[in-house]
């Protein structure tokens, strides 16, 4: 099992990723930042008297009301690009057995004020105790189109891995990210058969800065790095960039304000542990008024004899005696001896939720409890007849589900 706890690294540069599909013209209400690149201009007008007469207006605007005198120009400034980011690792707990595939799950939040795109690395930054590799690691990413929070926006888009500083393509990037826009990363890993349980994989996403095909107010290099603006402030002109970020995992190299920003995810190896046994007891046996006619719901009466038309009842339990693990795609078959008569089959949660449904599995609603229904299937005959399965069931971690089959001694 696959344990992945997502360390809680916030990043503000990050692993994640966007494809803008019709993107640009979104409202994104939670991101109010003024847009790189605008514009901000400011004027001002001064009155005043002289032994009480009005004197001319004196004003800087280009547009001065009549009568006035222009002094000077408006005030002017360039709102500079803040490339800033969040990432958060969104599944802190993630169990699955070995010979499966474990997903980290991120999520990125655009928090500077434009566009941006980015490039993905990973590192592996195995330490301590019992380690292990993942193979096979795939970057898969969607962005929130619909702005509601959830990966309901169509498929995930693999990306490629691509070393920090590589030369621009667009092969090796995102999409556009607006400012304000939501991002939904899985990072893949399969976990080989017989990996030891409590040995753990420390993956490292590092997400690098790109710039988009189109800034919101300027021409771009897509695909190139972003870089920060060296040298004196420009008050005027094109947006300058302004790294944001801080410095996240030092051993994956991502510094302070250098336009990379890490998280680290753990995959730690669980499996369940199963405890299964099955019971038979006499529940009533037939009095000299008559046959058993209760069977299914009799109480169990002290000192009853297996005797010919006496009710038994089979008691299978399961229990899930691991740490987190649960037990998936549970199936369980039962066929009963020629020398009974089926009664009543049900399932019973021993603990809070006993056997639930299996979501992974399409198309039905579990636990799905299979037992004959009719006269021919209850005449047992210990292969064919008198089957009962339960099946589209999950045992949690610390829980344990029964099932209870009421019968007659023929």
Do not use: W
């Not at 994104?28 to 032994?51: K, P, R, W």
């Not at 799950?105 to 592996?124: P, Q, R």
């Not at 409590?198 to 996403?205: A, H, N, P, R």
């Not at 210990?382 to 007659?408: F, N």
């Amino acid at each position: 099992m696959k344990l992945i706890k997502a360390r809680e690294h916030l990043s503000r540069f990050g692993l994640a990723v966007a494809v803008c599909f019709g993107l640009a013209g979104a409202a994104h209400a939670a991101n109010s930042l003024t847009e790189a690149g605008s514009s901000v201009t400011n004027t001002f007008e001064l009155s005043y008297s002289v032994s009480g007469t009005p004197q001319p207006v004196i004003t800087n605007s280009n547009t001065p009301p009549s009568g006035a005198v222009q002094q000077g120009t408006p005030t002017e400034f360039t709102v500079d690009r803040k490339v800033d980011f969040i990432v958060t690792a969104t599944n802190s707990t993630l169990t699955t057995p070995p010979d499966t595939d474990a997903t980290l799950l991120f999520e990125v939040l655009n928090e500077g004020n434009d566009t941006s795109a980015y490039s993905f690395s990973i590192a592996d930054l195995d330490s301590g105790g019992t380690t292990f590799d993942a193979s096979s690691v795939i970057v898969r990413y969607m962005i929130d189109a619909n702005d509601n929070g959830t990966a309901d926006d169509g498929s995930f888009v693999v990306i490629g891995e691509t070393a920090i500083g590589a030369g621009s393509g667009s092969a090796i990037v995102t999409g556009d990210v607006p400012k304000g826009v939501l991002v939904f990363v899985q990072v893949q890993g399969t976990v080989a058969a017989g990996i030891a349980d409590d040995s753990t994989d420390d993956i490292t996403l590092i997400a690098e800065a790109r710039d988009p095909t189109a800034f919101l107010n300027e021409a771009s290099s897509p695909a190139a790095v972003t870089a920060a603006s060296g040298g004196a402030n420009n008050l005027t002109g094109a947006a300058q960039n302004v790294l944001a970020d801080g410095t996240g995992v030092a051993a994956a190299g991502d510094g302070d304000a250098d336009g990379l920003f890490a998280a680290t995810g753990i995959i730690e190896v669980s499996s369940p542990d199963l405890e299964a046994e099955k019971t038979v007891s006499v529940i009533k046996e037939p009095g000299i008024s008559g046959p058993v006619t209760d069977c299914d719901t009799a109480t169990a009466e002290a000192n009853a004899k297996a005797v010919p038309g006496a009710c038994v009842e089979y008691v299978i339990e399961v229990r899930n005696t691991g740490d987190t693990e649960s037990a998936t795609n549970l199936v369980i078959d039962d066929i009963l001896p020629a020398e009974v008569t089926f009664v009543d089959a049900s399932l019973v949660a021993v603990t809070t939720n006993g056997f639930q449904d299996d979501t992974s599995i399409v198309g039905t609603t579990g636990p799905i409890l299979t037992a004959p229904t009719n006269a021919t299937e209850s005449n047992c005959n210990g292969t064919t007849t008198c089957i009962i399965q339960l099946s589209d069931a999950v045992l949690a971690a610390g829980e344990t589900g029964q099932i209870i089959i009421r019968a007659e001694i023929k």
